[in-house]
């Protein structure tokens, strides 16, 4: 508006020496025009909608872009569901040399001088949220892996493994709004019975101790926990039975539990299961043995029941205890005992110890951790043979960056019987030495142990 006024004037001007009169004329002219029009401007500019900075440049919206997910996080198309990824793999040297390369008595570390798969995951998670309204949720993992074979695999526990073999936990669950939050799932779970878990990311060792070994994995059926205060919290299950998601008797096995908190740094949890782990029929996957005819089926497998079934129960009391007494220090114990009977005048098979561990975060990125173990195994509850085990493991680890972690172990296992694999066919000794380099990747917005 400036400029045009300026021109306007400098072109009157040129006509000023031939006629001042039109000049005069003119420039009271231009004058009424411009104001004229700069109250026609002012009038649009209050009557407009304020304008963007973007939008004085850009007369097309652009597309909104894609949420990034910061690093180690990945998004989901559905709110509030976290997708989450885990890859575990090791090499693993055993100073035996045992044929077939077998480690024995491991949980997940089955395999020596070869590079190899523990578990490779995936989890789905809703979690309930009922401080916003929130009071339902679920929850799954698949597995796949060397790890997939010692949960799933076991067709002694399970009538029809193939079914459920990558299906390591499914469940919902409702919190019911009774007090502070009566929580319930249903569904197939991982078990906390023991201390240790089944992610290594959460591990304070690469390997498993005996005890994760030999104790339950999972559990199908319904749960029930209710915090009574920050003190205690009560847990209550009831289930088809130990490593079972379907049933194979009529008995449904049930735990009691206590979680007690005394202080922040300290957890203590209490627990009794009882179960009855004798199956009452006989599942045929690859089709009836020759001689038996006209079968029952289920879902087209034979199975046969059993005439008079064993009906002894399996009873466990575990407990297990962490403390921080320092805010780089973790110190933890486990004990149990174990009793089983084949029927109810059975002599009992026991299996009695317990663990201890230490971890130490050094820095940031280093952390050191010890383990020491002891396992009674009478009557060959555990590892078949009457013998009492004992193992040390030390640990360093070392997490490169959130989301990458690699371990370095050594580990001694020990028995008061020859029982470990040697390079000789019947050759056995009364101890294992191994070396392992575990690495782990995992990924997804999954906040703290999976």
Known sequence: MTRLIGFLIAAAALRAQSDSADLHREIAELRSLVEKLQS?????????????????????????????????????????????????????YNFNSPIGRANLLRAYDVSSNSFSLNQAAIVLEDAPQPDQGKRWGARLDLQWGQATQTLQGNAVNEP???????????????????GNGLTVDFGKWSSSIGIETNYTKDAMNYSRSFWYDFLPFYHMGARASYKVEDLLTLNYWITNGTNQTEA???????????????????????????????????FYPNGAPA???????LQGVPFQPIPNPPSGHLNILDTYMTWQPLAPLTVAFEGDYVIEREYTTSPPLRAEGGAAYLRYQLSPRLALASRAEYLSDRGGLFSGKAQDLKENTLTLQWKLNEGFLTMFEWRRDFSNQPYFYTNTLGILR?????????????????????
């Open 40 to 92: 026609r401007v002012d009038s649009l500019e209050k009557s407009a909608p304020p304008a963007s900075p973007a939008a004085a440049v850009v007369t097309t919206p652009p597309a909104a872009a894609p949420v990034t997910p910061t690093p180690g996080q990945l998004s989901t198309a559905v709110p509030g569901v976290t997708f989450n990824l885990l890859l575990d793999g090791y090499y693993e």
């Open 160 to 178: 029809r493994p193939e079914i459920y073999r990558n299906l390591y936990q499914a469940y919902g669950t409702h919190v019911f709004p009774v």
């Open 248 to 282: 194979f008797n009529g008995f449904k096995d049930e735990l009691f539990g206590a979680v007690v908190q005394p202080r922040k740094n300290l957890t203590w949890n209490l627990n009794y299961y009882l179960g009855q782990e004798h199956p009452d029929v006989i």
């Open 291 to 297: 001689g038996l005819t006209n079968l029952p089926t």
């Open 430 to 450: 009364k101890e294992q030495n191994t070396a392992t380099m575990g690495l782990v990747w995992w990924f997804g917005r999954k906040q703290g142990a999976w």
